[in-house]
């Protein structure tokens, strides 16, 4: 099970941390990413990192967040974060964490394992 945590409301220009922690399954061994859904919207790729023996720790980004979200992970925590700063309204969403073994399943939305989400409303 994935279990995220930490959304809520917020002003425009604040910030958020999301958490999601593994429970009954170890995170250290998968690639890890956020997704979000906006109302009326498509869910949407928005951060993940990269497991492995060449690219541990490689992040990447959807290009609307870039420099405002950074993610990360604590392995011995089993928990993924993602920090979100200087949120827009254009934000608000249901943020999904996502995992499998395969760096590109998680970047397209394609792997195995989905969180429940996370409510995210950026107010202006």
């Known amino acids: 099970h994935l279990l995220e945590s930490g959304g809520g409301l917020v002003q425009a220009g604040g910030s958020l941390r999301l958490s999601c922690a593994g429970s009954g399954r170890t995170l250290n061994s998968y690639a890890a990413g956020w997704f979000r859904q906006g109302p009326g919207k498509e869910r949407e790729f928005v951060a993940a990192i990269a497991w492995g023996t060449t690219d541990s720790g490689e992040t990447y980004y959807a290009d609307s967040v870039k420099g405002r979200f950074t993610i990360s992970r604590d392995n011995a925590k089993n928990t993924v974060y993602l920090q979100m700063d200087s949120l827009k309204v254009e934000d608000t969403g249901v943020y999904y964490c996502?995992?499998?073994?395969?760096?590109?399943?998680?970047?397209?939305?394609?792997?195995?394992?989905w969180g429940q989400g996370t409510r995210v409303t950026v107010s202006s």
């Open positions: 996502h995992v499998d073994a395969v760096r590109q399943f998680v970047i397209r939305g394609t792997g195995d394992f």
